[in-house]
């Protein structure tokens, strides 16, 4: 995991149990990482940060472009502006890009595919 900048880390005091941190410092050097990488590594599994809801929401569209055959693709992306309707025109042209974009690697997939 990439370090974020020292503006954007606290510094963090607190107490803990020896035999914790005796733990935690052999765990360290068993990954051969800095005490302070052990906490942060554990912490980050055990507190993930929240999923990026619009990058779940491309993952989905980009598998159900995938799951299309490419004439199944090309007349979803012909009748898109109508299933669009009641979307606004900025939401539209979001969506519409987004979907496009999918299309793209869908149908690049499929000519890699021997």
């Known amino acids: 995991m990439a370090r974020p900048p020292s503006s954007e880390q606290v510094q963090v005091n607190f107490r803990m149990p020896a035999d914790l941190k005796a733990r935690i410092e052999a765990a360290a050097e068993a990954n051969n990482r800095t005490t ?42 012909s009748d898109l502006p109508h299933r669009m309707e009641r979307f606004s025109p900025d939401e539209q042209k979001v969506f519409a890009a987004i979907f496009r974009a999918a299309k793209s690697v869908a149908d690049e997939s499929d000519d890699d595919t021997p």
């Open 36 to 77: 302070t990488a052990e906490l942060v590594a554990t912490l980050e599994e055990k507190y993930p940060a929240p999923a990026d809801p619009m990058s779940e929401v491309m993952d989905k569209i980009l598998d159900f472009m995938m799951d299309l055959s490419p004439g199944e693709r090309s007349r979803f992306m």
